[in-house]
């Protein structure tokens, strides 16, 4: 049976997810992946769509699966995304939800100040007394500086590519929180236009940090796109 992958965000661990598994079908797989580098899982190699992606693929010919639906939250729809673009045999269906799609040097410079570990300790200690926690035992501010470096590539043109979206066969659902102020509606929208078999759905009230998602409404929605 075709499992259901579920990819964290920026920042983020397949922890983001243990409340969301239960409320899924029990008769298929269900896998959280942690990408390397984050939920302490080690890396030794800068973080890069192409890693991260080549991460999903060695995990299901570990686990014996030859294709895989995949609910990608935020930076992990894109790597959901990327994955269905360069080895379309090994997706067969994506949601993505809060997922960033346009890309510019000016965007990536504004959303880095956002993950500068010494303005996150002065500013937010709480978040990262969390992340400190979400990432043991790797440091906490190397994965941050880490990411920022990835979102920095991405600005300069090593994500999807022009015309990539296009190419992408699979049926997608670009899911897109009403009070989202990460992503807009517009660049939401364009995606789900230029994918063959894509369609936006928007969720109304959700927020863009995914704990404070309605995760029984997002199951419901899950369950239909997945059955």
């Known amino acids: 049976m075709t499992p259901l992958l579920l990819l964290h965000g920026a920042l983020g661990s397949a922890g983001q997810f243990e409340a969301l598994v239960p409320l899924l079908p029990a008769g298929r797989p269900v896998y959280a992946l942690n990408f390397p580098g984050h939920g302490g899982v080690p890396t030794d190699e800068p973080f890069s769509m192409e890693y991260f992606s ?9 686990t014996g699966h030859p294709q895989a639906d995949i609910f990608g939250y935020s930076m992990g729809g894109y790597v959901a995304l ?14 993505t939800l809060g997922t960033k799609m346009d890309w510019s040097p000016d965007i990536a410079a504004g959303m ?14 709480h ?11 790797l440091d906490w501010e190397s994965v941050c500086r880490n990411t920022a470096g990835f979102l920095h590539d991405l600005g300069e043109g090593k994500g999807l590519p022009a015309g990539a ?9 670009v899911g897109w929180g009403e009070l989202d102020n990460v992503v807009l509606l517009e660049e939401s929208r364009a995606a ?14 959700f927020k863009h940090p995914i704990e404070q998602v309605d995760f029984v409404l997002l199951a419901e929605r899950l369950r239909e796109f997945f059955r």
């Open 127 to 137: 978040f990262a007394g969390l992340l400190a926690k979400t990432h043991a035992p």
């Open 82 to 95: 990327y994955t269905a673009w360069k080895h379309p045999g090994r997706v067969g269906r994506i949601m």
């Open 112 to 125: 880095n100040r956002m993950f500068d570990p010494e303005k996150i300790k002065a500013k937010v200690p």
């Open 165 to 173: 979206f296009a190419r992408i066969g699979c049926p997608v659902t």
């Open 192 to 205: 789900a236009e230029a994918l063959p078999e894509g369609r936006l759905e928007i969720f109304s009230g």
């Open 54 to 62: 080549s991460a999903i693929l060695r995990f299901l010919d570990e």
